[in-house]
């Protein structure tokens, strides 16, 4: 992969931190903004996971029914320790 060099400005507060983080990890500056990065895409898809998941529950709630059996079901499991 190509590398690509670039400058930020940063408040001091927060370049002491990154110093300190990626002196714990042993990662370099760019291994750690890398690592940065990496993190806040997955968060980023997380969270519109969440989204749609909430918009289709909003979109067709669960029943009352649905809700009762399904904690039916899961107290039988776990007490009979199928769960493990």
């Known amino acids: 992969m190509k590398a690509v060099k670039f400058a930020v ?6 370049y002491r931190e990154l110093e300190a983080m990626r002196k714990k990890e042993g ?13 806040l895409k997955e968060f980023t898809e997380k ?11 909003r979109k067709k709630p669960e029943k009352i029914t ?3 059996t ?12 199928e769960w493990q």
């Open 27 to 39: 990662l370099s500056r760019s291994g750690i903004v890398a690592e940065a990065i990496r993190l």
């Open 47 to 57: 969270e519109k996971l969440v989204r749609q998941y909430e918009e289709g529950y």
């Open 70 to 81: 399904w904690e039916r079901v899961s107290a039988e499991t776990f007490s009979k320790g």
């Open 9 to 14: 400005s940063i408040p001091e507060e927060n």
């Open 66 to 68: 649905e809700i009762k």
